[in-house]
């Protein structure tokens, strides 16, 4: 599973902060805003973009002590803008959202008075890079199958909780969620899910568990 930032220095970053609650759907942030920075507590939330033609275009998903949007960390501390392009960016919670936020401006005071904050941040920063990493990856499969088997063998990396029957994926995707991420249709990934639960690999409810982890990954590249 994946390694998360040290949680207390997280919170050192954000001290002070007041704890945000957002609603589940509710749009809690674009990137037409000034800019600032923030930390999920509790929940998870999603970055998209809307095409010109009206489809979502989902970038990443968040959960616990995840730093959103890692590009204020590039601005402001190397004043290397990341996004350069015409999109506006929305930041939407899954579920009841919890999170604290600083005012970009604030970054570099807080980060000069504690160093440590470097660690945090730059594997904040590679944690966003293996998911862009992966998410060219997931273009150059071959059919939506496999790249349902492959967005969910990530997913089971970055969100999932071991239990005794396999992985459990704890964010709560809809085949909507799963199409927006891989760039197809919610009936194809219906039956792209169908195959792979009649396989044994997968098991839908509340949550998709992954039986067989080292299958599924194998199944997204056969």
Not at 24 to 44: A, N, Q
Not at 61 to 72: E, F, N, R, S
Not at 123 to 145: D, I, P, W
Not at 186 to 193: L, Q
Request: with cysteine; charged share 20%.
């Amino acid at each position: 599973m994946k390694q998360a930032p040290p949680t207390s220095e997280v919170r050192l970053l954000f001290e002070g902060s007041k704890l945000e609650n957002i609603g589940k759907g509710e749009v809690f942030y674009t990137s037409e805003e000034p800019d600032r920075l923030m930390v999920v507590i509790s929940g998870f939330a999603k970055q998209y973009f809307i095409a010109h033609e009206g489809s979502i275009g989902v970038q990443a998903i968040y959960g616990t002590d995840d730093i959103l949007p890692i590009t204020v960390v590039h601005k402001q501390l190397f004043n290397i803008v990341v996004n350069v392009g015409p999109e506006v960016y929305y930041y939407e919670a899954m579920t009841d959202l919890t999170l604290c936020s600083i005012d970009a401006s604030n970054l570099r005071q807080r980060v000069e008075a504690h160093p440590v904050l470097y660690r945090s941040l730059l594997q904040s920063s590679a944690m966003r890079l293996r998911s862009n990493m992966q998410f060219m990856e997931n273009l150059r499969l071959h059919g939506a199958y496999n790249k349902t088997a492959h967005q969910l063998a990530y997913l089971g990396y970055q969100f999932g909780k071991n239990i005794s029957e396999g992985i459990e994926i704890q964010v709560p995707l809809i085949h909507q969620d799963i199409a927006d991420i891989i760039g197809t249709t919610r009936e194809t990934v219906t039956t792209s899910i169908i195959k792979l639960r009649d396989k044994s690999l997968i098991r839908t409810n509340r949550h998709i568990l992954i039986l067989d982890y080292d299958r599924l990954v194998c199944e997204a590249y056969a």
